[in-house]
């Protein structure tokens, strides 16, 4: 099979296809041919070197959210058999045109998605998810400001909790603004316009999937008392005393029960990913590159097929 892979850190040049064995699935496992990949941050910053800090080893297979259909099972799964369409999340190899997974990662797809919109769910379905419910305890009549909103991350994050009943202000770029609305935020705050610290306060809750500067200007329009969760930064400590407030950060894990809950609100027609480009997999150079500029509105997809 065709698997993308580095085998040292740099650019988008150590980035290869190679042909490699097809996984076997282990106990507790599944096999899956992978029909399309979503594309996200963290797999040119693995390719950047941050998979040393994650504690990866070389050769490293790229890609984190997969869509595909059941090949085999190995021993000790239930509730799956071959040829059910899957989607979920992995640590590492989901470029590739099958992969093993764990079956407690996975679940159905929704109905009524394509599979390029399926593969962009997963793993930012589960970030905006498990950041803003299970970390923040964003709860409905709540105050959300969401940075980074038309991104993969984001765009999702704004359904979810809308669907929530949370009162969503969103923050983008002018280009964006309509696609943002779109998605139901209540107000938007065009960042290239205004500081959002001076048009914004008193939020609830604040979901950051931007960091950098971003992240200390969202800080300042918390209540005192309110809750930050950031899925990109990392927070010292000191943020929290000087505002008053909560400050977290979110790590994603894969979690078939949160995957259910997203499928619960697509298949209530309160949830659909918007995908900005899809690419073949001998592209993913170029999807990289697009995801690495930070311009995308959505999610970027790999078809594997």
Not at 177 to 204: N, P, Q, S, W
Not at 213 to 223: G, H, I, K, W
Not at 227 to 241: K, L, S, Y
Not at 266 to 271: H, I, L, N
Request: hydrophobic fraction near 45%.
């Amino acid at each position: 099979m065709l698997a993308t892979l580095i085998e040292e850190y740099g650019s988008n040049t150590v980035v290869q296809l190679a042909e490699v064995e097809i996984p076997v699935p282990q106990a507790g496992e599944v096999l899956v041919r992978v029909l399309a990949a979503g594309v996200n941050p963290v797999d040119w910053k693995i390719r950047n070197g941050a998979g040393a800090r994650m504690g990866m080893t070389l050769p490293i297979r790229l890609g984190s959210e997969f869509v595909g259909v059941v090949e085999r099972t190995g021993t000790n799964v239930a509730g799956f058999t071959p040829g059910d369409a899957v989607f979920g999340m992995v640590k590492t190899g989901a470029f590739s045109e099958y992969l093993t997974v764990p079956a407690a990662h996975i679940a159905g797809t929704p109905e009524g998605l394509s599979v390029e919109e399926a593969a962009a769910l997963p793993l930012a379905g589960t970030t905006a998810w498990q950041a803003m419910f299970d970390e923040a305890g964003l709860a409905a009549g709540q105050r959300l400001l969401i940075t980074g909103a038309s991104g993969g991350v984001g765009s999702l994050a704004v359904q979810l909790a809308k669907a929530a009943g949370a009162h969503v202000t969103a923050v983008c770029s002018t280009r964006n603004i309509d696609f943002v609305r779109g998605l139901g935020a209540d107000a938007v705050v065009d960042y290239t316009k205004c500081r959002v610290e001076e048009a914004v306060h008193d939020m609830d809750v604040v979901l950051d999937t931007v960091g950098a500067e971003t992240f200390q200007r969202a800080l300042a329009t918390l209540r005192r008392g309110g809750t930050m969760v950031t899925v990109v930064a990392f927070p010292t400590g000191d943020e929290a005393e000087r505002h008053g407030v909560t400050v977290k950060r979110a790590y994603t894990v894969a979690s078939a029960d949160t995957l259910a809950r997203i499928c619960a609100l697509v298949g209530a027609g309160k949830v659909t990913p918007h995908v900005e480009r899809t690419f073949g997999l001998t592209e993913v150079r170029e999807a990289l590159d697009l995801s690495e500029a930070g311009r995308a509105r959505g999610k970027i997809v790999l078809k594997t097929a």
